[in-house]
């Protein structure tokens, strides 16, 4: 079962946090820091402005190179993908809206068939990222166990904010007043907790 709580800033702001001396993930005796980044763009005075916090998450050798490789694990096969399908897609567009004469009356200097490629090339490259980061994920199941399956998809990662290492996932709320953490280890939760006393406010 994982455990969240939810963090007020900026009592919870990076140097004031405080991790187990060991592996959020595993337990395991502290070897390496992987970076955890909660970033959102946040409206303050009329104006966007970037809120950016990296946490240094204590973890093992193991974990540490897995939280590496699941990312590329996700971002290889999802890049592929969009490359591949998108590029498909975009050839056969350029050249369909060509062959019916959409380039018939084209300003100089700007092409119609091109930008209908273009287009098409976007959202096929998209959905084919989706499929190959999914379709990855199945067949890398066996050699990264759960530390892959748990981490969200790439895409839902764009969407949502949130940042994933293993063991961990945190994200701001949209006015960037809390931070919520996920932990999926019950007993460094409540290592956690007790570490941070009133900070960090369970949630159900
Ligand atoms: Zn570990």
Redesign the pocket.
Known sequence: MARSFRLPLPAANPEKIRFPE???????PRQADSTLVASRLVMRKQRQEPVTLRYAVP??????R?TKSVFLAGLLPFLAGFILLGGVAFVLAAFYANAIGLDLNNVPGSGNSLVVGGAAGMIVGLIGAFLFEGAARLLLLPFFGQALWQAPLLMTQFIQDADYV??LRGKLDPEAKHLLLTFNNDELADEFARLNGDTAVPTP
């Not at 060991?22 to 395991?28: F, H, L, T, V, Y």
């Not at 973890?59 to 540490?64: A, G, I, L, T, V």
């Open positions: 060991r592996c959020i993930c595993c337990g395991a973890h093992c050798d193991r974990c540490y897995g293993a063991g």
